[in-house]
């Protein structure tokens, strides 16, 4: 497996480390049950600034401004739960995930796990193009946010937190 954890921006310090595990851990949780075995994944995992973020979702989906998260997949397209190696890139935006957070009342290192969790669907073949589609993959997404929060205190992302439930 090859995992490329990087911060790209200087707002939001992130512990790497941490970050690395959860997504490590993301796409175990996400294998279906049937493909157990040792996997061929190799994933990009990347934090940007909102300048950035803006540039790759119009450069991408001709979207204008940052968004949360967005996905690259590399491989074939196929049926969720899609089996095998995962291989692609996320890039997802803290200060969004701030803005956020707010919203939601949540914490911005919350949201990025939630980024990261549902960047990983998005490459085991979850879609969110449609209704029908979006309830399944929120659904799988919801599930693997509270199992995460179960194994990881996942405030622990954000850099030189001290807060530690778990």
């Not at 490590?24 to 040792?38: F, M, R, T, V």
């Not at 089996?83 to 990025?112: H, K, M, Q, S």
Request: some cysteine; proline content about 6%.
């Amino acid at each position: 497996m090859s995992l490329t954890v990087r911060s790209r921006q200087k707002t939001h310090m992130v512990d790497a480390w941490q970050l690395r595990r959860l997504a490590k851990w993301a796409l175990e949780a996400s294998e279906p049950a049937a493909d157990s075995g040792p996997s061929g994944h190799e994933l990009g995992v990347f934090l940007v600034g909102p300048a950035e973020m803006a540039k790759i979702n119009y450069s991408s989906l001709q979207h204008e401004g940052p968004t949360d998260v967005i996905t690259f997949d590399y491989c074939e397209p196929g049926e969720a739960p899609k089996p095998g190696p995962i291989l692609g890139d996320l890039f997802i935006c803290p200060v969004v995930a701030e803005e956020y957070a707010r919203e939601y009342g949540t914490t911005w290192p919350e949201e990025v796990a939630r980024y990261l969790i549902h960047g990983v669907l998005h490459l085991r073949g979850y879609d969110d193009g449609d209704a029908t589609s979006r309830k399944v993959l929120k659904r799988e997404e919801n599930r693997l946010m509270k199992e995460a929060e179960k194994c990881f205190s996942l405030s622990r992302l954000a850099k030189g937190s001290i807060t530690d439930a778990g």
